[in-house]
């Protein structure tokens, strides 16, 4: 066999070996977080469809289950599931996981009925606001930290919705798309809730996998590929797909 036969013929086996080594299939995880993940006519959300399509376009099998957040967190680290569709990445989480690139951001906004004329710019603007909160979110330490304004105690995100509009509270917080995707969701028009221009906090999302597991960094490797490649055009027509594709 040629120099040039054998090098042929390195790259084929190589290439061939990393698309087989994901021939055991991955279970993939992640809870409920609309319009991210869900289960609707439309599909099962805009993370999850991107994530899927990376898995699969680098020869993986998947097997995806919806469950809720602490135990996946907890299956993930014994070695029940093996990918998390979308996670923040913190100093700890690192010990266990590898992490790929951000392939999207929560980007929280600031939201306000229309009438009242409010534009966010600074963590002051809110002083003396009433802010609707979910009990139990975690909202940035700058929002959770701050101490002068009224916070108005909520459920849920469409909770917090009705109270804009029924003037019980003056702003909400929400990540820009889930935001977007509520209200379109509850049948309101979209022309009464404003969203600042201006975001209170963003943080990179992005898919962990357990450290432990044997393809944990070829797994990272081949979506990070795909992100960079296909990642921006993929999120433009889901975000179409999902109605949430606004400027």
């Given amino acids: 066999m040629s120099i040039r036969g054998y090098i042929l013929f390195c790259v084929l086996f190589f290439y061939a ?3 087989s ?3 055991s299939v991955l279970r993939v995880a992640q809870t409920a977080w609309p319009p991210f993940i869900m289960n609707s006519p439309q599909g099962r959300g805009i993370a999850h469809d991107l994530v899927m399509e990376g898995l699969i376009n680098a ?3 998947v097997e995806f289950v919806e469950k809720p957040w602490a135990r996946i967190l907890k299956e993930t680290l014994k070695g029940k599931s093996d990918v998390i569709v979308a996670i923040w990445k913190t100093p700890k989480r690192e010990q266990e996981y590898l992490f790929t690139e ?3 951001y929560n980007q929280m906004a600031v939201v306000s009925p229309v009438e009242v004329g409010f534009e966010y710019h600074a963590i002051e603007d809110l002083k003396e606001k009433r ?3 979910i009990n139990g979110y975690a909202y940035a330490a700058e929002l959770s ?3 002068h304004m009224y916070r108005v105690s909520s459920i ?3 909770n917090s919705i009705r109270l804009l509009l ?3 509270a003056d702003v909400l917080v929400t990540d820009e798309i889930v935001g977007r995707w509520t209200i379109k969701e509850m049948g309101i028009e979209a022309e009464l809730l404003h969203f600042s221009q201006k975001f209170l906090d963003s943080s990179p999302v992005h898919v962990a996998v357990r450290r432990t597991h044997p393809q944990a960094q070829e797994i990272v490797n081949a979506l990070n590929l795909y992100f960079k490649q296909h990642g921006a055009a993929q999120m433009k027509l889901l975000r179409e797909k999902y109605g949430v594709a606004f400027p």
């Fill in 131 to 133: 802010v609707a909160m």
């Fill in 21 to 23: 080594s994901f021939a």
């Fill in 59 to 61: 020869g993986s099998q």
């Fill in 102 to 104: 951000p392939y999207m």
């Fill in 145 to 147: 930290n701050y101490q």
């Fill in 156 to 158: 849920d995100l469409p």
């Fill in 166 to 168: 029924s003037s019980r």
């Fill in 17 to 19: 070996f990393s698309i």
